[in-house]
């Protein structure tokens, strides 16, 4: 998918991203061009520059998420997508993301986890979608909770936080799940 979707909530413009439409940004936007278009400081500009030079994806894995654009003063305040999306086995992991603590309990996540995994399912045809949290942070498991992800478990150091490995909680939702949620 090289074009960008939009799709919009009560509060939110929910702009995609894909591996495409990145490369088409480093192959034809300058530097400064890239940094506002993702309001980007310097390390989020070098992530990106990574990706866009190292590679997002393979023959059936890639990346698909969105912009979370305020609609009031479209300013990007965060992001939530879908990373490791295994196209062959129709599942990928689910992220979010709030740039500022000033947008958080605000009903903002759930407002955008809603669409975007409503997206997944229609759209990009997945059957499961996977959450990784850490086992300490209580508003992700709450938010997982409330779109009603089941508890898998615990994968034991998993994941790298400043040098350290610790562990995070596993949980997905399968399309009929979902489907029955939203009846």
């Not at 009560?10 to 894909?18: A, P, V």
């Not at 009903?107 to 995994?117: D, T």
């Not at 059957?127 to 898998?152: C, D, G, M, Q, Y």
């Not at 400043?162 to 995070?168: A, I, K, M, T």
Request: with cysteine.
């Amino acid at each position: 998918m090289t074009d960008q979707i939009e799709i919009e909530t009560e509060r939110l413009l929910l702009k995609s991203i894909t591996p495409q439409i990145i490369h088409a940004l480093f192959n034809e936007k300058t530097e400064a061009e890239i940094k506002r278009f993702f309001d980007a400081d310097d390390s989020g500009y070098d992530h990106l520059k990574n990706m866009h030079e190292r590679g997002m994806e393979t023959h059936r894995i890639s990346l698909f998420y969105f912009l979370l654009v305020e609609k009031e003063h479209g300013k990007i305040i965060g992001d939530c997508g879908f990373h490791t999306w295994n196209r062959s086995h129709r599942r990928a992991e689910l992220f979010y993301n709030l740039k500022y603590d000033t947008d958080k309990r605000k009903g903002i996540m759930s407002e955008a986890v809603a669409k975007v995994l409503d997206f997944g399912f229609t759209a990009l045809e997945l059957h499961r979608v996977e959450a990784l949290t850490a086992t300490w942070n209580i508003a992700s498991i709450k938010l997982l909770e409330h779109f009603k992800f089941t508890k898998e478990g615990i994968m034991r150091e998993d994941y790298v936080v400043e040098g350290r490995n610790e562990d995070s909680e596993c949980f997905s939702l399968l399309k009929w799940e979902w489907e029955q949620r939203t009846k």
